[in-house]
Nanobody, 124 residues
Framework: QVQLVESGGGLVQAGGSLRLSCAAS????????MGWFRQAPGKEREFVST????????YYADSVKDRFTISRDNAKNTVYLQMNSLKPEDTAVYYC?????????????????WGQGTQVTVSS
């Protein structure tokens, strides 16, 4: 069983920044992807960003490209999401997730374990 603990959410004004963290309870070198999804009220969960753990290759949704940066700390089994130039439409619950599959990274069903979520609210 993998436990993922997110932190770093909060309330920020448009144009501001937040940094999310997600710590895994296992040695994440065994995972294939570790990344972030988000879900706004009344909407489906959507892909934000992920990192292919072994190689460090990163992937982003078009809506966050050039504003968000995903990174990892192997020694701490932790992935980070630096979010800059935040917009009100970024408001959502952000979920960390881990996949042990090489299937397409952008689908929620590819991921095997999920964190509890952290709220990000961007005011205009």
């Amino acid at each position: 069983q993998v436990q993922l603990v997110e932190s770093g959410g909060g309330l920020v004004q448009a144009g501001g920044s937040l940094r999310l963290s997600c710590a895994a309870s296992i040695r994440t070198f065994r995972c294939y992807y570790m990344g972030w999804f988000r879900q706004a009220p009344g909407k489906e969960r959507e892909f934000v960003s992920t990192i292919r753990w072994s190689e460090g290759t990163t992937y982003y949704a078009d809506s966050v490209k050039d504003r968000f940066t995903i990174s990892r700390d192997n020694a701490k089994n932790t992935v980070y999401l630096q979010m800059n130039s935040l917009k009100p439409e970024d408001t959502a619950v952000y979920y960390c997730a881990v996949s042990f599959s090489s299937a397409y990274y952008g689908r929620a069903r590819t991921y095997d374990y999920w964190g509890q979520g952290t709220q990000v609210t961007v005011s205009s």
